[in-house]
């Protein structure tokens, strides 16, 4: 894999990782904590009580976590207030995330919704390669293998594959009774929605 590959298929897991943050944000029965001591003290719980362990997560010392627990600090710097976000949302209502995460795998699927470039044929014919807006429904075993790539950290090529492969089966191979064996180009990824 070239440098070029390796960036785009970066960018491109960068945006399916939003795309699932957006989509269980969606899920959320309740809102998540707003206020940045709320969070502190949201997140002090998840952590057992550790203003150690909660300073090295979110960056900061011992003293300003302290500081926003108490209350004598109220408005954090913008680094802060988006690691506060970032983490609040990452451990906010983990029943419902799985949930909805067993769900997509096991029945439901997920609805993936996109602008990239597809290819699948030779220039100069209408199945040349080109940029399109799709909104397919993905099957529950792509969807159980996507998932279970972003939860374990796999690298960006192998979550882009997945990925285009979910996508090239739903829409141009029609669940496999269409084109079998077609091999679909999925490239420059203008935007990303996930819903479960």
């Known amino acids: 894999m070239t440098d070029d590959d390796a960036q785009r298929a970066a960018g491109i897991r960068a945006k399916i ?4 943050a957006r989509a269980e944000r969606a899920l959320f029965t309740r809102p998540a904590p707003k206020s ?9 719980t998840r952590e057992k009580d ?15 976590v302290e500081r ?9 710097q913008k680094r802060l207030q988006a690691a506060l976000v970032k983490e609040v949302e990452a451990e906010w209502q983990p029943q419902v995330r799985a949930q909805a995460r067993q ?15 597809f290819g699948f044929g030779p220039e100069g014919t209408s ?10 429904a993905v099957a529950p ?29 739903a829409y141009f191979r029609q669940g496999g009774g269409g084109r079998t064996g077609l091999e679909v180009k999925f490239t420059d990824v203008e935007w990303l929605n996930i819903s479960f």
Request: net charge positive; hydrophobic share 45%.
């Open 103 to 117: 769900r997509a795998a096991t029945s439901a699927g997920l609805v993936i919704s996109c602008r990239a470039y």
């Open 68 to 76: 926003y627990l108490s209350g004598a600090s109220k408005k954090p």
């Open 50 to 64: 550790s203003t150690k362990t909660l300073a090295e997560r979110l960056g900061v010392s011992r003293k300003t």
């Open 141 to 169: 075993s792509h969807a159980a293998a996507i998932l279970a790539a972003q939860e374990t950290g796999a690298t960006d090529s192998d979550l882009h594959k997945l990925v285009a492969e979910a996508l090239a089966d």
């Open 36 to 44: 940045a001591r709320a969070q502190m003290k949201f997140l002090h």
């Open 17 to 20: 990782m939003d795309g699932f």
């Open 127 to 136: 199945d040349a390669g080109r940029v399109r807006d799709l909104t397919v």
